[in-house]
């Protein structure tokens, strides 16, 4: 086995793993709110209310479906 190219894989897997670790940080520190910025957090609350108003007109739709159908049935 040729030992000069150990050192040379061994380099490469030290940067993978420095690189991929701040690459982590700087995700987590996005994050992260500050200065009165908003956090992910804040973020998809937004995607989360849509949801929740589509969910409550499906909801609604159903039950309205749901009394016709009853109605229908004598």
């Known amino acids: ?3 000069d190219n150990v050192w ?9 793993l420095v690189g ?3 690459a ?3 995700l987590v520190r996005g994050w992260v709110p ?4 908003k956090g992910v957090g804040e973020h998809l609350q937004g995607f989360t209310q849509s ?4 969910e409550d007109t499906l909801s609604e739709l159903n039950q ?3 009394s016709l159908q009853e109605e229908k049935k004598p």
């Not at 500050?34 to 910025?37: C, I, L, P, Q, S």
């Open 51 to 54: 949801l929740k108003r589509e």
């Open 8 to 16: 040379i894989v061994a380099l490469v897997l030290i940067l993978i």
């Open 1 to 3: 086995m040729n030992t």
């Open 20 to 22: 991929s670790n701040f």
């Open 34 to 37: 500050r200065n009165g910025k």
């Open 24 to 26: 982590m940080f700087a």
């Open 64 to 66: 309205r479906v749901k």
